[in-house]
């Protein structure tokens, strides 16, 4: 734009110029010098650029930065503190150990995402979709999980000391071995017994529901390493033949 600028306003004095010639020929009387006229267009072009730059700058101080990215992109060990991230797409991508401590996240979408190990404290998840997402132990105290889908998503030894769950779809969490103590479950109640969630149809501890849990590719640093197979033993060789 301050290009396009720039040439407009040297085009213009080009113009004038041009004016300028036509009536020495015609013998009018001018009453500035060639050199004001290319200081008027100095200081014009000055002036319009001047006014550009302020008009961008407002422009620019009212846009609200939205993080989107592709599937699969990593925000592993990420500082995402206080962030606001409000109906972002995160579904699939690897939030290990990142820290999102006291963000807004309205209706975002981390279906299927990896938030393993993740910090969630004090931050607003209100209208999430975490559906099959891993939260295995992640801290998430006080938070706000208000009308999330929660639907067969890893919360398996997950802090969720004094979250609010009201409204949330449990439906196939594993909650095994997380600390609900204080937390407000879907029914607006406090959380009391762990036979609390069987109404909700998620996994407790001391449940019969079976949990398949799959680790991912950013896990292998977790994964036992798998050792080479032995070799083959050799035969025994024969014994002589007993010649007593």
Do not use: W
Request: net charge negative; charged share 25%.
């Amino acid at each position: 734009m301050l290009s396009q600028v720039q040439l407009a306003s040297s085009q213009m004095v080009i113009y004038l110029e041009g004016v300028l010639r036509d009536n020495h020929v015609r013998g009018a009387e001018i009453n500035f010098e060639r050199g004001d006229l290319r200081g008027l267009g100095r200081e014009l072009q000055e002036q319009i650029l001047n006014l550009t730059r302020s008009t961008i700058s407002r422009a620019l101080s009212n846009i609200d930065v939205e993080v989107q990215g592709g599937r699969g992109e990593s925000y592993r060990d990420a500082n995402l503190e206080g962030a606001k991230l409000d109906g972002g797409n995160f579904s699939g991508r690897n939030m290990k150990n990142a820290v999102m401590t006291n963000v807004s996240a309205l209706a975002c979408n981390f279906s299927g995402a990896n938030l393993k190990d993740a910090f969630l404290e004090g931050g607003n998840f209100e209208g999430s979709n975490f559906s099959g997402a891993n939260l295995k132990s992640v801290m998430a105290e006080r938070v706000r999980f208000v009308g999330c889908n929660l639907t067969g998503a890893n919360l398996r030894d997950a802090n969720l000391e004094h979250a609010d769950l009201t409204g949330a779809r449990l439906m196939g969490a594993n909650l095994y071995g997380a600390n609900l103590t204080g937390a407000t479950l879907p029914n607006g109640e406090e959380f009391q017994r762990e036979s609390d969630l069987m109404r909700y149809h998620a996994s407790h501890e001391g449940g019969r529901r079976i949990h398949v849990e799959i680790s991912t590719d950013d896990d292998d640093d977790e994964k036992p390493k798998r050792e080479p197979p032995l070799p083959p033993m050799p035969p025994a060789p024969p014994m002589p033949p007993d010649r007593y």
